[in-house]
Structure formats: C-alpha cells, structure tokens
C-alpha cells in the first residue's frame, strides 16, 4: 500500500520542484479506411513524460493536429471523427480483443490492464482546411511510468469512418511532472 507523506516538502519546494512540459509525439497514420473501433494507431512513446524512473505526472492536456491527409471523403482532406486516446506505462502491442480478453477473466492482457492510466476522448475536431485539430483540457490523468523507466505510452482509435490516407498525426502532450 502507498504511503503519503505530507510534510516532506513545503509547499514553496513542492512548486519548485514541479515541471510542467509539452511533449510532441508524431504518429504515422493508416492509409486505409478506418471503421468506428478500429485501432488508428499501436502505442507510441511520450518519452520522458515523468522526472523519475518509476515516477509519476499527470496528463493535463492533449492537442491534435492531422495533416497530410488529402483524400479523405469529405474532399477536402480534413478528419473530424472522434479520436479516443488511451494512456498506459507498457509498450506492448494493444487492441480491443487483448481488452476484452482481460475483461473476461483471460490471461493474455492482464499485465497490459494493469498498467492502463487512463483515457480520453478529443470530440471537437475541426476542419481547418487540409488539417484538422482538437483538444481536450483538464484531463487530469495521472500516469506512473513502469519502475525502470521516465516514458508513458499513448495508442489510440478511432470512433468514425474515415480515409487517413497516410496522414501524419502530431498528438501535443501537457504534463506536469512530479
């Protein structure tokens, strides 16, 4: 069981001794197209998202920007489906039937269960000509990395119908770091 020790920092140190960073990751996306459920991309590396080995930060905020996506249906190479992000400390490859097969007593995704974060869902993504972007604020998802590591890892999916066609996906990470 954690422990929490109140006093071993003064507030003042506390603040001091927070990082608060932006962490770009680049995500090649699929060039098919892509149904409500399908996995848009596997887990991807936010690399030093903690100041620790083992530490722990919290996610407060992601930003997308998808570009060179130039054949998507509605003609004008913007996507604006729902994209749902999910966070975890293991690096292994992911999908609903791993999800599932935990959920159901399975074996074969426990150790990827238990090290999820958390997850979020960017809702508001605009077309902005041949790019198309979204956020989402105060998230507040604490994330801990695994025990000989400073990195988190982000895959994502895809709740729409859309033609990606190789586009290039820059997922804008905040975190504070503790």
């Known amino acids: 069981m954690a422990t929490t020790d109140l006093h071993k920092y003064s507030v003042q140190e506390k603040l001091n001794k927070m990082d608060v960073d932006l962490i770009d990751v680049t995500i090649a996306l699929p060039d098919n197209n892509t149904a409500a459920g399908d996995i848009l991309f596997h887990p991807q590396k936010i690399e030093d998202a903690v100041a620790e080995l083992g530490g722990k930060c919290m996610i407060q ?17 913007t996507v604006v489906q729902t994209i749902q ?18 959920a159901s007593g399975g074996t074969a995704a426990t150790s990827l269960m238990n090290s999820f974060c958390g997850q979020v869902y960017v809702t508001n993504l605009i077309d ?20 000989a590591s400073r990195d988190l890892y982000v895959w994502g999916m895809c709740h ?6 190789g586009g290039t996906l820059t997922l804008r990470v905040g975190v504070i770091k503790d």
Do not use: H, P, W
């Open 61 to 77: 905020s992601v930003a997308l920007i998808i570009q060179d996506n130039s054949t998507e249906s509605s003609a004008d190479g």
């Open 85 to 102: 992000l999910l966070f975890t400390s293991d690096s292994s490859n992911t999908g609903m039937a791993s999800a599932l097969d935990a």
């Open 160 to 165: 729409g119908v859309d033609d990606y066609n």
């Open 128 to 147: 902005a000509g041949r790019q198309s972007i979204g956020s989402a604020q105060n998230i507040g998802i604490i994330g801990k990395a695994a025990d």
